[in-house]
């Protein structure tokens, strides 16, 4: 399981870095860099490509996980280099941006547009496992997430639309509910799906908000 990211296009990362001449760049040894969005190569690529628009890029590092608490410890390794630049292009999932913002007086920018909890199937070809909606209702679907694999997010079986369990939204992936129904039918199971699932309760999706306490 990975946090999956995507490069924001080069244009967008232009215009943050519209008004700041050094540039520090930070990238992620966990999850930027299985995605290939963050890692080693992908920073030097990024500090190659801010040279040529005439950025001084004052230094690099690839945390080991950004996210983690020692990005703290990391970051004074090179404070001085950090001190210097004018902001830091952080090559990171959100929560790695946030951490690294959280240790340094400085403007933080994410070069990465983070998309969803998942995993890689093929090279580059990830499936969306978990969107951490609150409401987890994995233990009516045989360990199979209909609102993050169904494109629809339906709770109570496939859409008419689905042809040879494939999705209709995008064929090249297959139906969530078809998986479901495959796999409640091989533990002999299926007659869960007899059970009306309510309208999913969103209200418990803590996308915003104070800190959750432990328990909550």
């Not at 929560?95 to 403007?107: D, I, N, P, R």
């Amino acid at each position: 399981m990975k946090t999956i990211t995507q490069q924001k296009p080069f244009e967008e990362i232009k215009q943050c870095l519209e008004r700041d001449h050094r540039v520090y760049l930070i990238g992620c040894g966990t999850c930027a860099t299985m995605c290939q969005t963050g890692g080693k190569s992908e920073v030097l690529e990024m500090k190659d490509k801010l040279e040529e628009i005439g950025k001084e890029v004052t230094g690099w590092m690839v945390i080991p996980t950004a996210c983690d608490s020692l990005t703290q410890e990391a970051l004074k390794e090179d404070i001085e280099a950090i001190q210097r630049a004018d902001a830091i292009l952080v090559m990171t999932c959100a929560f790695g941006v946030q951490t690294v913002a959280q240790y340094v007086e400085k403007l933080v920018y994410a070069a990465l547009n983070t998309l969803f909890l998942g995993h890689e199937d093929s090279p580059e070809h990830f499936s969306r496992i978990c969107i951490q909606c609150g409401d987890c209702i994995l233990s009516l679907t045989g360990g199979i997430c209909p609102i993050a694999r169904c494109s629809k997010h339906l709770l109570n079986g496939p859409c008419g639309g689905s042809q040879g369990g494939k999705c209709e939204v995008d064929p090249s992936i297959p139906c969530a509910w078809q998986l479901i129904i495959e796999r409640l039918t091989k533990l002999g199971q299926l007659d869960k799906l007899e059970k009306v699932v309510a309208p999913k309760n969103w209200s418990v999706s803590l996308i915003a908000g104070p800190p959750v306490k432990r328990g909550l």
